[in-house]
């Protein structure tokens, strides 16, 4: 599908305002943003800038669901950069109790077949994200883990409230086991990850399926991940207004994905809520600094550990919620999700 003339006006002007020299780029962007021991990195401080003098946000309560996916999809083109290559991608149906699940397989160049396979949940809040809106992730992911990627179109909210999303991420973790030759994938070296929403739904599907037995994920990929629906956190108090995830937008998504009647302690919700982690996977548990979800994520990490799980917990204490899909603008971004990718690569390595 082309992209519209504006946008493609506006993603060049973002690519030039990033050219300029540092000290250009600290005049726009204005002077360091330093809390809670942290410094804000000028390339995420420049992206809130080019945010707030244009008045987007992630999601308003005055506009509709669709607005709010019609308006994700027009931020991403400016800033998820051009499509990573060489990376091939074909479609795939898996199916479900409920008809099929739409995903994309995306293969890095030169990539034998019996590699290892990302199962990828994208973020969103349940509610706006597409694979179309992680496109650009995906590939990234394909490319520098040296992996195949399965990007599953899971259902969202509100049309398709909790326990939706979580069936069908455990349905496709199911699938690509089941058709990993299929897939060209070994079927032991199969990882589900996700940033956001899709790191609780990676985190959901590791618990549930290594707790009913049988196949289970080999490695954990969770971004920034949302892991506890029942209680506020400091970071939500520290980072919940001007960091792109807002304390609001939180609840707009979770009101969204889990109305009055839906208990938020429910494990299969917040996952940071099982008492009994021991057994699951190893995870690569990716925070970021200036974000609301922080102290969750990290909480988590510690909650593995103690229970024995493998565990890396990697801060990037200088960048806000949703920085692997800022790909296209800035280095800082690609840097942090290139530490991610290479946190694949080696849990999803062939063992001697």
Wanted: aromatic share 8%; proline share 7%.
């Amino acid at each position: 599908m082309a992209i519209p003339l504006q946008i493609r006006v506006q993603a060049a002007a973002a690519q030039l305002l990033y050219a300029l020299p540092r000290p250009l780029r600290r005049a726009v962007a204005g002077r360091p943003i330093r809390l809670d021991g942290q410094e804000l990195a000028l390339d995420a401080q420049l992206l809130l800038r080019m945010q707030q003098l244009s008045g987007a946000a992630l999601v308003s309560r005055d506009a509709t669901v669709e607005q709010s996916r019609a308006a994700l999809d027009v931020s991403r083109q400016l800033v998820s950069g051009k499509p990573i290559q060489p990376v091939t991608t074909r479609d795939v149906s898996i199916p479900a109790e409920h008809g099929e699940i739409p995903a994309t397989l995306y293969t890095p160049e030169g990539l034998a077949p019996g590699s290892g396979l990302l199962v990828f949940y994208h973020g969103g809040g349940w509610v706006i994200g597409t694979r179309a809106s992680h496109d650009n992730t995906a590939r990234f992911f394909a490319k520098h883990a040296g992996v195949r990627v399965l990007s599953v179109e899971y259902r969202l909210a509100p049309e398709h409230p909790f326990p939706a999303a979580q069936q069908d991420a455990l349905t496709a973790f199911d699938f690509a086991h089941a058709k990993a030759a299929d897939l060209d994938a070994d079927p032991d070296r199969i990882a589900v990850g996700g940033d956001s929403a899709g790191g609780n739904l990676s985190a959901v599907t590791a618990q549930v399926a290594t707790q009913r037995g049988g196949p289970a994920p080999a490695f954990q990929l969770l971004l920034y991940p949302g892991v506890d629906a029942s209680v506020r956190r400091r970071s939500r108090e520290l980072f919940g207004n001007g960091f792109f995830l807002t304390d609001e937008h939180m609840t707009w998504f979770l009101d969204h994905y889990a109305p009055e009647g839906v208990d938020r302690t429910d494990r299969k919700l917040s996952p940071l809520l099982t008492e009994d982690l021991s057994g699951l996977p190893p995870a690569y548990i990716a925070t970021a600094g200036f974000d609301p979800l922080r102290d969750e994520g990290e909480a988590y990490a510690a909650k593995l550990s103690a229970a024995g799980v493998p565990v890396a917990l990697s801060r990037q204490a200088d960048l806000i919620h949703g920085y692997v899909n800022f790909l296209g603008v800035g280095k800082r971004f690609r840097e942090a999700t290139a530490e991610a990718a290479g946190a694949l690569r080696m849990g999803l390595s062939l063992k001697p």
